[in-house]
């Protein structure tokens, strides 16, 4: 069975193979000097895709407040049975400046030509009120992605690996919120700080920092349930 991390890698995957038709992957845009970043993730599974299992991976895009381009994804099987949905926010930077760009100067023609609009909803992530388990990791040149930063399904994995084991060893994640507010690089070192919800069974807040300064680099929700291991 697919773990988390690498259904998160295919559907980035196939967000850039999806933009590279309108000129508009990462490494078309770094040739410019820009580039995607995530801010917003949200996973939704339904069932994980067994060993084998031929998968087939949709994605569509549509602007938001000429900043943030949503891009939903839906995996089903050969036979049509839908596994995940996903919705995600993305936004293009400067690379150098790390500044947001606007959308309506920075896209190609043919993203506007293939928009379609979708419903859409993330859920706010509240900052942790205690901590009731707290890991680190170092940022190991594997983690990076093209921009070199951690690649956001590292992220992720981090978060989980800080679930209690009788947690892990029993249940996958059924839900994953995530916000992305800054970046780790090669060298540094993630303190992951995780907290039980106490009014919702199997429901994990974690928050991301960088141990040289404290700051915070991603909010993460998880919910479990007992699905096929």
């Known amino acids: 069975m697919l773990k988390i991390g690498p259904i998160f890698n295919y ?26 970043v995530l801010h917003r993730y949200h996973l939704s599974m339904i069932r994980y895709p067994k060993l084998d299992e031929a998968l087939s991976i949709r994605t569509w895009h549509s602007p938001y407040k000429n900043l943030y381009s949503l891009r939903a994804f839906e995996m089903t099987t050969s036979f049509g049975e839908v596994l995940a949905k996903a919705t995600t926010s993305w936004i293009i930077i400067n ?68 679930v209690p084991t009788n947690i892990l060893q029993s249940m996958r994640p059924s839900e994953i919120d995530v916000i992305f507010k800054e970046q780790l690089t090669y060298g540094e070192k993630a303190v992951v700080q995780t907290q039980k919800e106490k009014t919702a069974s199997n429901v994990f807040d974690h928050v991301i920092l960088r141990e040289s300064d404290a700051r915070e680099i991603t909010r993460i929700r998880t919910s479990w349930k007992n699905m096929p291991l």
């Open 95 to 162: 690379y150098s400046t790390k500044r947001p760009m606007r959308l309506d100067r920075h896209v190609t023609s043919q993203y506007y030509k293939e928009i379609i609009p979708f419903e859409f909803d993330f859920s706010s992530l509240s900052p942790l009120e205690r901590i009731d388990l707290e890991d680190i990791y170092p940022v190991r040149i594997r983690d990076l992605d093209i921009n070199n930063h951690v690649n956001n399904a590292v992220y992720v994995e981090w978060a989980a690996e800080t």
């Open 11 to 36: 559907l980035q995957d196939m967000a850039d193979k999806d933009a590279s038709r309108m000129e508009m992957s990462i490494p078309q845009l770094m040739e410019k000097g820009y580039t995607w």
